[in-house]
């Protein structure tokens, strides 16, 4: 596998990680006992850290992005390992 595709991986992982991590550890105004602005939406988070959730993303993406990799290497799961449908040809012998 070429550096450049792992790459590319890697970022659809972190995408991926990065929409997973958004709603952990996020509290609300209410929640935090906080005063809210007139006009703000009741679910606004009361302190929003996108470095954190960068960081976190980050770290998930790598183990992600690892274990397909070393998946990649080694030949753990296949496509026949998850094919539970089977093959166009084999539709017709059943009657």
Same mark, same amino acid.
């Given at each position: 596998m070429q550096w450049? @595709?792992? $790459?590319?991986?890697?970022?659809? %992982?972190?995408? $991926? @990680?990065? %929409?997973l991590m958004l709603p952990f550890g996020m509290r609300t105004h209410d929640e935090a006992g906080i005063d809210k602005i007139p006009g703000q939406a009741d679910s606004a988070p009361a302190d929003f850290r996108p470095g954190r959730v960068i960081l976190r993303a980050t770290i998930l993406a790598a183990v992600l992005c690892g274990l397909f990799v070393a998946n990649y290497v080694n030949g753990w799961i296949t496509v026949q390992d998850i094919d539970f449908i089977g093959t166009p040809e084999s539709f017709g012998e059943g009657g």
């Amino acid at each position: 596998m070429q550096w450049t @595709s792992i $790459l590319a991986i890697y970022f659809l %992982f972190w995408v $991926l @990680s990065a %929409f997973l991590m958004l709603p952990f550890g996020m509290r609300t105004h209410d929640e935090a006992g906080i005063d809210k602005i007139p006009g703000q939406a009741d679910s606004a988070p009361a302190d929003f850290r996108p470095g954190r959730v960068i960081l976190r993303a980050t770290i998930l993406a790598a183990v992600l992005c690892g274990l397909f990799v070393a998946n990649y290497v080694n030949g753990w799961i296949t496509v026949q390992d998850i094919d539970f449908i089977g093959t166009p040809e084999s539709f017709g012998e059943g009657g």
